[in-house]
């Protein structure tokens, strides 16, 4: 069926095959003996102690170097049975669209395989760098990222505005509401941050101490930049210029029932505040809405809760009823906007003593966040709708 289907198209099925299994045969060989014999300088991390984006930086040398070998050691198999030789004309400088159009794409093949071999080999290795703070920088990008996209892209149909609130170098403290039963939001927002902003800035959320106990969540959350909602962390951040995200709420929030969506809860005594004052970081309200409806908590159960050491055990219209299923989140219309900085320049260090200016702060943020909520609930137009 398979030959019948490639001579309907016009392609040489044993030649194409053949071809395609040379060309995979090629790269293999190309990556065993830079991994073997070191005949190639190794990949290095310096794309991204640079903050530039994997691939473009960390293993690009080897990648490339293995890569280009690869597609001009065997035949391109976008152009076995034609004839047209557009994959050599590719290669050769020529525009691989003036032929059939295979060379661009057979050549995209190895250099994918190659960069994927190149990250495989950079973690098998040890060749890649963390920060104090444990954040892995090409991990977050190539893999956590990456598998949380689908669902920010097509699942909660996220819709960013203010992106240009968050500065372009420099400390900024992101303050959020918090919801949802499960940190989405957190999540959803860091992705915000790193694909809508123009420099693909990192959001490092501030959490609780009970995410770094849990296995596995733990050590993903420490590689994706999180560290524990302390002021000393949150300062230390700041001071390197990091772009730091909280969520006051706490479990005040994304424990909440569902007939009190959207009504913030305490901001706690603002410490946040006075972690951005001491450090003269700018403070960007962020408001969040679609988190909400994700999981809508209609109940709780304490006594289990209190057995299994969680703050709370929600009940929702889906869990636990249809057992793991229920896991899965509905798929709200989410809106997330960024409002213009409180800058906190003005205020010297000795202000974030003063508990009164940072209760005003606080409270300033606070009112900011609850006012733009309201905003965006009257623009969403449909719950689960586009």
Same mark, same amino acid.
């Given at each position: 069926?398979?030959?019948?289907?490639?001579?309907?198209?016009?392609?040489?099925?044993?030649?194409?095959?053949?071809?395609?299994?040379?060309?995979?045969?090629?790269?293999?060989?190309?990556?065993?003996?830079?991994?073997?014999?070191?005949?190639?300088?190794?990949?290095?991390?310096?794309?991204?102690?640079?903050?530039?984006?994997?691939?473009?930086?960390?293993?690009?040398?080897?990648?490339?170097?293995?890569?280009?070998?690869?597609?001009?050691?065997?035949?391109?198999?976008?152009?076995?049975?034609?004839?047209?030789?557009?994959?050599?004309?590719? /290669?050769?400088?020529?525009?691989?669209?003036?032929?059939?159009?295979?060379?661009?794409?057979?050549?995209?093949?190895?250099?994918?395989?190659?960069?994927?071999?190149?990250?495989? /080999?950079? /973690?098998?290795?040890?060749?890649?760098?963390?920060?104090?703070?444990?954040?892995?920088?090409?991990? !977050?990008?190539?893999? &956590?990222? *990456?598998?949380?996209?689908?669902?920010?892209?097509?699942?909660?149909?996220?819709?960013?505005?203010?992106?240009?609130?968050?500065?372009?170098?420099?400390?900024?403290?992101?303050?959020?509401?918090?919801?949802?039963?499960?940190?989405?939001?957190?999540?959803? !927002?860091?992705?915000?941050?790193?694909?809508?902003?123009?420099?693909?800035?990192?959001?490092?959320? $501030?959490?609780?101490?009970?995410?770094?106990?849990?296995?596995?969540?733990?050590?993903? *959350?420490?590689?994706?930049?999180?560290?524990? *909602?302390?002021?000393?962390?949150?300062?230390?951040?700041?001071?390197?210029?990091?772009?730091?995200?909280?969520?006051?709420?706490?479990?005040?929030?994304?424990?909440?029932?569902?007939?009190?969506?959207?009504?913030?809860? /305490?901001?706690?005594?603002?410490?946040?505040?006075?972690?951005?004052?001491? !450090?003269?970081?700018?403070?960007?309200?962020?408001?969040?809405?679609?988190?909400?409806?994700?999981?809508?908590?209609?109940?709780?159960?304490?006594?289990?809760?209190? $057995? &299994?050491?969680?703050?709370?055990?929600?009940?929702?219209?889906?869990?636990?009823?249809?057992?793991?299923?229920?896991?899965?989140?509905?798929?709200?219309?989410?809106?997330?906007?960024?409002?213009?900085?409180?800058?906190?320049?003005?205020?010297?260090?000795?202000?974030?003593?003063?508990?009164?200016?940072?209760?005003?702060?606080?409270?300033?943020?606070?009112?900011?966040?609850?006012?733009?909520?309201?905003?965006?609930?009257?623009?969403?137009?449909?719950?689960?709708?586009?």
């Amino acid at each position: 069926m398979t030959e019948s289907l490639l001579t309907a198209l016009g392609i040489d099925g044993l030649a194409a095959m053949r071809s395609a299994v040379e060309q995979t045969r090629t790269v293999l060989e190309e990556v065993l003996t830079v991994t073997v014999t070191g005949g190639t300088e190794g990949p290095t991390t310096t794309g991204t102690r640079s903050g530039s984006r994997p691939g473009s930086g960390s293993g690009a040398g080897a990648a490339a170097k293995v890569g280009d070998e690869a597609s001009g050691g065997a035949e391109d198999p976008g152009t076995a049975g034609t004839g047209t030789g557009a994959g050599a004309d590719a /290669r050769d400088g020529a525009d691989p669209g003036s032929g059939d159009g295979g060379g661009a794409s057979a050549d995209a093949v190895p250099e994918a395989l190659a960069e994927f071999l190149a990250f495989a /080999r950079r /973690r098998l290795t040890g060749e890649y760098e963390v920060d104090e703070f444990g954040f892995d920088r090409e991990l !977050t990008e190539r893999v &956590l990222i *990456a598998a949380l996209r689908p669902l920010y892209r097509a699942w909660f149909r996220v819709e960013v505005s203010g992106i240009e609130n968050v500065p372009d170098d420099g400390a900024a403290l992101v303050v959020a509401n918090h919801s949802g039963a499960i940190a989405l939001d957190a999540l959803m !927002t860091q992705v915000a941050v790193f694909d809508e902003h123009p420099k693909h800035r990192h959001l490092r959320p $501030l959490g609780a101490d009970l995410v770094f106990r849990a296995p596995v969540v733990g050590e993903l *959350a420490r590689k994706s930049g999180a560290t524990l *909602a302390t002021n000393a962390d949150a300062e230390r951040l700041l001071a390197g210029g990091s772009v730091v995200g909280v969520w006051p709420e706490g479990f005040k929030g994304v424990g909440k029932p569902f007939s009190e969506r959207y009504k913030l809860q /305490r901001f706690g005594r603002g410490g946040f505040v006075s972690a951005a004052m001491r !450090t003269r970081a700018p403070i960007v309200p962020c408001s969040i809405v679609g988190a909400e409806e994700t999981y809508p908590i209609i109940g709780n159960m304490p006594a289990t809760a209190r $057995l &299994l050491g969680l703050p709370y055990l929600p009940v929702t219209p889906t869990w636990p009823w249809l057992g793991p299923l229920g896991l899965v989140p509905l798929p709200s219309k989410w809106l997330i906007e960024f409002s213009p900085p409180v800058h906190t320049e003005e205020y010297g260090e000795k202000a974030a003593e003063d508990p009164m200016l940072v209760f005003e702060l606080a409270d300033q943020v606070r009112r900011t966040i609850q006012q733009t909520l309201y905003a965006l609930l009257m623009r969403r137009s449909s719950v689960f709708g586009r």
